[in-house]
């Protein structure tokens, strides 16, 4: 992933007369994964931005709304254009996708050009994500934790933006895989037991348990876990 240095502009918007796609702020570009829409090869795009401070992030540099992105979408319009044929779609990512204004125009666009469109999100912003399902053929949704303990990993709330972006989707009929990556500092069995019957409840077929990754990932979340293994 080419990816951004960090640093801060202090913006807070879009103020050089970019419009539509032209005006997204990419933090980075995969020309080529496999992973990031099962079953698809594909090209994933690292949208600037994201309300939420989860303890096990491991892409800091990419949180802060008002750090310029450092690709182009005209790179992006390039790279899908050499490969037609060859790539299944574009995985729109983050940071929070669903922050930027010119999330539809782009997926519209994407999907004028013949691919498939794929989103990854922690559904923040339920209206935001409304607004683009329309325009989505596969969505990688992200739920945290049973609502109780949402805090404990965003440290900025966000139970119920999420569960409300989850049944939007759910109604939407759009393909959808919820993933919850399990922080072992929040998450105790009962709350994986609860979570997974209220996910199935809600009618989730497709639920992918994950992994937490310590790369990136803050020294003091580092050294939580690590106080965990020592316990144990």
Same mark, same amino acid.
Request: hydrophobic share 40%; with cysteine.
């Given at each position: 992933?080419?990816?951004?240095?960090?640093?801060?502009?202090?913006?807070?918007?879009?103020?050089?007369?970019?419009?539509?796609?032209?005006?997204?702020?990419?933090?980075?570009?995969?020309?080529?994964?496999?992973?990031?829409?099962?079953?698809?090869? *594909?090209?994933?795009?690292?949208?600037?931005?994201?309300?939420?401070?989860?303890?096990?992030?491991?892409?800091?540099?990419?949180?802060?709304?008002?750090?310029?992105?450092? *690709?182009?979408?005209?790179?992006?319009?390039?790279?899908?254009?050499?490969?037609?044929?060859?790539?299944?779609?574009?995985?729109?990512?983050?940071?929070?996708?669903?922050?930027?204004?010119?999330?539809?125009?782009?997926?519209?666009?994407?999907?004028?050009?013949?691919?498939? *469109?794929?989103?990854?999100?922690?559904?923040?912003?339920?209206?935001?994500?409304?607004?683009?399902?329309?325009?989505?053929?596969?969505?990688?949704?992200?739920?945290?934790?049973?609502?109780?303990?949402?805090?404990?990993?965003?440290?900025?709330?966000?139970?119920?933006?999420?569960?409300?972006?989850? +049944?939007?989707?759910?109604?939407?009929?759009?393909?959808?895989?919820?993933?919850?990556?399990?922080?072992?500092?929040?998450?105790?069995?009962?709350?994986?037991?609860?979570?997974?019957?209220?996910?199935?409840?809600?009618?989730? +077929?497709?639920?992918?348990?994950?992994?937490?990754? +310590?790369?990136?990932?803050?020294?003091?979340?580092?050294?939580?876990?690590?106080?965990?293994?020592? +316990?144990?």
């Amino acid at each position: 992933m080419r990816t951004t240095n960090g640093r801060p502009n202090g913006r807070g918007g879009h103020g050089d007369g970019r419009a539509g796609a032209d005006a997204l702020e990419i933090a980075g570009l995969t020309p080529l994964s496999s992973c990031d829409w099962p079953g698809k090869l *594909v090209a994933t795009v690292f949208l600037q931005g994201c309300p939420w401070r989860c303890t096990y992030c491991h892409n800091s540099a990419i949180l802060d709304p008002r750090t310029p992105g450092v *690709v182009p979408w005209q790179d992006v319009r390039t790279l899908l254009a050499k490969r037609h044929g060859l790539l299944d779609g574009l995985v729109f990512s983050g940071g929070e996708p669903t922050m930027q204004p010119g999330l539809v125009a782009a997926a519209q666009e994407v999907r004028a050009g013949g691919f498939g *469109v794929g989103l990854h999100t922690g559904g923040a912003f339920p209206a935001a994500l409304a607004r683009v399902l329309p325009h989505v053929d596969w969505v990688g949704l992200d739920v945290k934790a049973p609502a109780r303990l949402y805090d404990a990993i965003t440290r900025r709330g966000g139970a119920v933006p999420a569960f409300e972006s989850l +049944r939007r989707v759910l109604d939407a009929g759009v393909d959808v895989q919820v993933r919850t990556t399990i922080d072992p500092t929040v998450l105790d069995a009962a709350a994986v037991t609860e979570l997974a019957a209220e996910l199935a409840g809600l009618g989730v +077929r497709d639920h992918v348990w994950q992994e937490v990754r +310590r790369e990136g990932t803050t020294s003091a979340y580092r050294a939580s876990l690590d106080a965990l293994t020592t +316990r144990t």
